[in-house]
T-cell receptor
Framework: KQEVTQIPAALSVPEGENLVLNCSFTDSAIYNLQWFRQDPGKGLTSLLLIQSSQREQTSGRLNASLDKSSGRSTLYIAASQPGDSATYLCAAEGRGSQGNLIFGKGTKLSVKP | DAGVTQSPTHLIKTRGQQVTLRCSPKSGHDTVSWYQQALGQGPQFIFQYYEEEERQRGNFPDRFSGHQFPNYSSELNVNALLLGDSALYLC?????????????FGSGTRLTVV
């Protein structure tokens, strides 16, 4: 059974700092891994999708990596801004259970001006 | 290009009642999945609909049922509401065949059961 863990649960950094959010999963047979952002009380905004054949994806100040052998993904945020404050969720989709995203509990990020 | 739209945005129901939530997928998408997100938790998969059939189901009781219409829109029905059903219900759409670009989520329906 796939389990996804995100560490840390909460993170507070000063504006301008580079930071890394971690996501680990127990079953390496994943179809893809997707990172989302969630603002309080809102839905999910897709940030990056890494398919199983890929090692990383980049979008602007965001870079996500995937290492299936170690069961880890990281989301790197460069030059953080107060507008980056939100909860970041990673979700793994397993082969054979496509459509069923398994989510971590998220990392709540606060970027202080 | 409209994304995923969900209605209503907020809903208050009494324990024991029934509720219907609605979702219109992103234009060009043909698959709809539903998730339940309790406060402080990650979303949990309820079920997925494709070609008007339930394709996959998570660990939710039969009180949770759904439907997909020919225009790909979907409904989530919950019967005999319990206080524990209070949560944010999220709809996600995707494309089953062809190039895959991940899942697009709606803004959710906040259900409160009193």
């Amino acid at each position: 059974k796939q389990e996804v863990t995100q560490i840390p649960a909460a993170l507070s950094v000063p504006e301008g700092e580079n930071l890394v959010l971690n996501c680990s999963f127990t079953d390496s047979a994943i179809y893809n891994l997707q990172w989302f952002r969630q603002d309080p009380g809102k839905g999910l905004t897709s940030l990056l999708l890494i398919q199983s054949s890929q090692r990383e994806q980049t979008s602007g100040r965001l870079n996500a990596s995937l290492d299936k052998s170690s069961g880890r993904s990281t989301l790197y945020i460069a030059a953080s801004q107060p507008g980056d404050s939100a909860t970041y969720l990673c979700a793994a989709e397993g082969r054979g259970s496509q459509g069923n995203l398994i989510f971590g509990k998220g990392t709540k990020l606060s970027v202080k001006p | 290009d409209a994304g995923v739209t969900q209605s209503p945005t907020h809903l208050i129901k009494t324990r024991g009642q029934q509720v219907t939530l609605r979702c219109s997928p992103k234009s060009g998408h043909d698959t709809v999945s539903w998730y339940q997100q309790a406060l402080g938790q990650g979303p949990q998969f309820i079920f997925q609909y494709y070609e008007e059939e339930e394709r996959q189901r998570g660990n939710f009781p039969d009180r949770f049922s759904g439907h997909q219409f020919p225009n790909y829109s979907s409904e989530l029905n919950v019967n005999a509401l319990l206080l524990g059903d209070s949560a944010l219900y999220l709809c996600a759409s995707s494309l089953m065949a062809g190039a895959f670009y991940g899942y697009t989520f709606g803004s959710g329906t906040r259900l409160t059961v009193v």
